[in-house]
């Protein structure tokens, strides 16, 4: 799907280039639709990919390479994940700390009372359960999902860019997805996100980017 843009507000004061806010489902673009972008310091992108490692990359190629706008745009993955590291909960926030300094970025999300982790996203193409889970565990990830990974390599392979992703936990080993308790979990991971968007607008403009 095309991105959804949005200009930033007249009267701000720095002239950043834009934002791209990438996720995979639906679900995630509505609760992103809904947080406050009124701090926007630049042009704010919503991209829908749809599931999975190739409609990520697909799209975000896509949206990068076809729009001179984004062509520039800092670009953030983000949606829901499932946790994987010891004390990483339902309703908690996970950074990949492979391709940014997470730092301001957790700092960020912290003073908005959640709980944030940095450590590295994992990747998979299909919901992991049980042992697999253990495995990626086990080799030291944090979290796992399905486009993190894509949307970065996709965004830094058309030029460079700050680029990062952050999950917000929806299930762990011990609250796997399909039990009852999901459900709960799910509202929650749904409302987290939705809160979370001013701190990506704030990790957007305290980045150094190329137009500055």
């Avoid at 991105?3 to 791209?20: I, N």
């Avoid at 995979?24 to 406050?36: C, H």
């Amino acid at each position: 799907m095309p991105p959804d843009v949005q200009k930033r507000s007249a009267g701000t004061a720095l002239d950043l280039g834009p934002l791209l806010i990438v996720c995979a489902l639906g679900i995630e673009a509505a609760a992103l639709r809904r947080g406050k972008r009124d701090r926007a310091a630049g042009p704010v992108a919503l991209l829908r990919t749809g599931m999975g490692r190739q409609a990520a990359e697909r799209a975000v190629t896509r949206a990068l390479c076809g729009d001179p706008v984004l062509r520039g745009a800092a670009v953030i993955a983000t949606g829901f994940c499932a946790g994987l590291a010891p004390g990483v909960e339902p309703g908690d926030v996970v950074i990949d700390d492979r391709n940014a300094d997470g730092g301001p970025l957790a700092a960020a999300i912290a003073r908005r009372g959640i709980a944030v982790h940095t450590g590295r996203i994992a990747e998979s193409d299909h919901v992991v359960r049980g042992a697999e889970r253990s495995a990626l565990r086990a080799a030291g990830a944090s979290a796992v999902d399905m486009e993190s990974a894509a949307v970065q390599r996709a965004a830094l392979a058309v030029g460079p860019r700050p680029v990062t992703a952050v999950r917000v936990v929806v299930d762990t080993p011990e609250y796997e997805l399909l039990r009852v308790a999901t459900l709960r979990t799910g509202i929650n991971a749904f409302r987290v996100l939705r809160s979370i968007l001013p701190a990506f607008l704030d990790w957007h403009r305290s980045t150094e980017l190329p137009w500055r």
